[in-house]
């Protein structure tokens, strides 16, 4: 086994009703008997229970796309931790739709990290610039704050996630290149290292997000600091997330 787990995590944003849910459940049937990865799926909150009853026992984890910091209380919409522990054991923190749309910032993201920890839910913590920023050379400056402040007095456990989005990747149908991810996920580790201590940075599983498809897994996984794939549309296509986490898999078993 690697010293790193490698994890293969779909967010399934805001798709799927019931039905699309239990076909793409049932496309996804098997995808647990793929050794040597831990897969983590993320519905949208409705779907949370229906998706955990299909992969009861199998080892698949199921993750909550967000939460609300708060235990609970008068927060309108919002999902709590101790709500979203009942259903999940991961949980997506930071997503850049999230900070884009939402208004979520380090501050809050912070605060979630620490919510779900205290809940038992492993959090996902989403990081990455966007274009402006990398083309004005701020790309390491914007992953030393989101790093910075979103762990700011947490202790993580060894083999926390982070995943290595960049913004500009996101839906956009052209990722980076394995080349830029990895010099971002190095950088990452460094600052993990420079932030908690050099053993949880040598155990974090550090994922690559932005426009991921079978057709381009491997340019990541074959890079010695990713640990797999956080991905958005190609999660929904059941042979491709297949795909994807058999190619993961594959890439960090030898
Ligand atoms: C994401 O939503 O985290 C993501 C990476 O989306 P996509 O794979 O569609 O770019």
């Avoid at 399934?12 to 009703?17: E, G, V």
């Avoid at 909550?64 to 919409?77: I, L, P």
């Avoid at 947490?154 to 290595?164: D, H, K, S, T």
Wanted: net charge negative; hydrophobic share 45%.
């Amino acid at each position: 086994m690697p010293a790193r787990t490698p994890v293969s995590a779909g967010n399934w944003k805001m798709h799927a009703t019931n039905a699309e849910a239990d076909a793409l459940c049932e496309g996804l049937r098997g995808i647990d008997a793929i050794a040597g990865v831990e897969v983590v799926l993320a519905p949208a909150y409705l779907q949370l229970a229906r998706v955990a009853d299909r992969f009861i026992g199998s080892g698949v984890g199921i993750a909550g796309q967000n939460m609300h910091f708060e235990e609970q209380g008068a927060f309108t919409g919002e999902v709590s931790p101790r709500q979203l522990a009942e259903v999940a054991d991961w949980v997506i923190i930071g997503h850049s739709e999230r900070r884009q749309y939402f208004c979520e910032d380090d501050r809050s993201v912070n605060a979630k990290v620490r919510a779900a920890q205290s809940h038992g839910l492993k959090p996902i913590l989403c990081v990455g610039e966007q274009r402006t920023e990398r083309e004005a050379e701020r790309t390491e400056a914007v992953l030393r704050r989101q790093l910075h402040d979103g762990l700011d007095g947490l202790e993580l456990p060894p083999g926390f996630v982070v995943a290595y989005e960049p913004t500009w990747a996101i839906g956009t149908g052209i990722p980076a290149t394995g080349e830029v991810a990895q010099q971002a996920s190095a950088l990452i580790r460094d600052l993990l290292a420079e932030l908690q201590s050099p053993e949880i940075a040598e155990t974090a599983r550090i994922l690559y997000g932005g426009s991921v498809k079978a057709e381009n897994i491997a340019e990541f996984v074959a890079q010695p600091d990713i640990d797999g794939a956080l991905v958005g549309g190609a999660s929904l296509d059941a042979e491709q997330f297949t795909a994807i986490t058999r190619a993961i898999a594959a890439a960090k078993s030898s």
